[in-house]
């Protein structure tokens, strides 16, 4: 059966809503996904979405899948509560059944995204499969496919098919980069297209998209309004969203037309990440009026969308100083209803760039810390040029760390292993102490390097190592545990 017949028939399927899936699943064979998760009530099967499936009282096997990765006394229904209250989403996709199950927010860990994709400068397919194989050895949790050059769909199914990661993705890219192909005007996009192009890339594999929703002419009139923006417009798919709605004046059909949207999400069970068209991309800019009308629009869409029963995320800044950031998590959960939050970084200086991995490391840990659910990472190449494979590693390496930083300070009770590291680090301990860190080939990389006349040191103190010295001092003294009352 052809793609185009298969899709026809799921679309009539989902139409009437309830049908004996096998009936189709017969003819359309592993493409047609839905046999895969539709949940089993009366005799006859229905597609839910886990939103949907947790409200109902059932604990999926991707809800335990997310309990047993989590570790720390997280049960399946745990997790089942949490998806039903809208506060943990759950990145799942049915048509790729290899792939990672990933939960994110609330009381789970903070998770990291790499993103990667073509330019319309640099459009070398193969350098984005590997891109993305190594961020998933680097140990991201998700990945973003945000190609704007070359031919947008191989590289999207080449990712796809490279990688276990839940793939996520700005479909508005993919639709004004066409548009500007074919009429040589981005404006003069069809929204319709862009509708079908959502269902096109969701069937593709995609399990969380970044829709810009929330721009409507409110919020481009509190921007027009306020009378300055420092560092202007900074998202792509936001500034093609505002400009076609300039030019064809015209509301957001994203927005108008949110329903269709979520019953898109629905459909395949995938995240709806309501992106920040509007964002600072300057500090000075940060929570200025035209981005806080958006936060507000897209914490009520979150609402709307979960009533819906579709998986909610809602996505942050962008550029913010350090003092703002727990203000900016704190407005989005109260304004939201918890939804998950997804923010890019933020940067909590603009001049960091050639070092902006660590500018955004920074921020990082301070969103992390103060209730950030999936944070998206800053290469060393941002503000610069694309990221290659040497940047990808060094972002995600240190978005980890900063996500590590934010969860120690998170979650107090979850801190063993930096007891452990510290131990082993006090005792000289090599052996135990290298495979506990993050990075261990780094770390003995750099001792190897530079090896000491006696390997219970370093060539940093040598024999002046303070560590083995205390240690014969107060041995008897300081390897006990702390009491607690
Ligand atoms: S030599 Fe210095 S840096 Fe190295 S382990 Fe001992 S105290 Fe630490």
């Not at 992390?368 to 040029?385: K, M, N, Q, S, V």
Request: charged fraction near 25%; aromatic fraction near 6%.
């Amino acid at each position: 059966m052809s793609q185009k017949t298969c899709r026809k028939k799921i679309k009539e399927f989902l139409s009437v809503e309830v049908r004996i899936a096998s009936e189709i699943n017969s003819d359309c064979g592993t493409d047609f996904f839905y046999a895969q998760t539709v949940h089993k009530k009366k005799g006859i099967e229905i597609m839910k979405t886990q939103i949907e499936l947790a409200r109902e009282g059932l604990i999926t096997e991707a809800m335990t899948k997310v309990a047993t990765a989590e570790g720390f006394g997280l049960t399946p229904e745990t997790i089942r509560q949490r998806v039903a209250e809208g506060h943990i989403v759950i990145a799942v996709h049915p048509n790729r059944p290899e792939q990672k199950v990933v939960g994110i927010g609330k009381g789970l860990r903070t998770k990291v995204n790499a993103s990667i994709g073509t330019s319309s400068d640099i459009s070398d397919i193969e350098l984005e499969v590997r891109k993305a194989q190594v961020a998933e050895a680097e140990q991201a949790d998700t990945l973003m496919e945000l190609s704007t050059g070359g031919d947008l769909n191989l590289v999207r199914q080449r990712v796809l098919a490279a990688c276990n990661l839940p793939v996520g993705n700005v479909p508005l890219y993919q639709a004004f980069s066409e548009a500007s192909r074919k009429y040589h005007n981005p404006n003069k996009l069809d929204s319709e297209y862009l509708f079908d192009l959502i269902e096109r890339q969701l069937a593709d594999g995609i399990s969380f998209m970044a829709i810009h929703c929330g721009i409507n002419r409110f919020s481009i009139e509190r921007l027009r309004k306020q009378g300055y923006r420092y560092g202007g417009l900074v998202s792509k798919g936001g500034t093609f969203m505002v400009s076609w709605m300039e030019y064809n004046n015209r509301e957001n059909p994203l927005y108008e037309q949110f329903d269709r949207v979520c019953t898109l999400m629905k459909k395949y069970d995938a995240v709806l990440s309501l992106g920040n068209g509007i964002r600072a991309g300057a500090i000075h800019d940060s929570h200025d009026r035209a981005q806080m009308a958006e936060m507000v629009i897209n914490c009520e869409l979150a609402e709307i969308g979960r009533d819906m029963g579709c998986q909610m995320m809602v996505e942050g800044p962008g550029h913010v100083p350090l003092d703002e950031i727990e203000g900016n998590i704190m407005l989005e959960k109260r304004m939201s209803g918890g939804a998950p939050y997804y923010v890019l970084g933020p940067l909590p200086a603009d001049s960091g760039a050639g070092y902006d991995h660590i500018t955004a490391a920074i921020g990082a840990a301070s969103s992390a810390r103060f209730g950030a659910d999936l944070i998206c990472y800053i290469t060393p190449a941002e503000h610069l040029a694309l990221p290659n494979e040497d940047d990808v590693r060094e972002g995600v390496r240190a978005t980890r760390l900063a996500a590590r930083i934010g969860d120690i300070a998170k979650y107090p009770e979850r801190r063993e292993l930096e007891k452990k590291v510290a131990l082993s680090r006090r005792d000289t301990n090599w052996k135990e102490h290298f495979p506990l860190l993050m990075f261990p080939e780094k770390a003995l990389e750099v001792r190897n390097s530079r090896t000491p006349e006696n390997n219970s040191t370093c060539t940093m103190c040598g024999d002046f190592c303070a560590m083995e010295r205390g240690l014969s001092l107060f041995a008897k003294d300081i390897t006990g545990d702390k009491k607690t009352s």
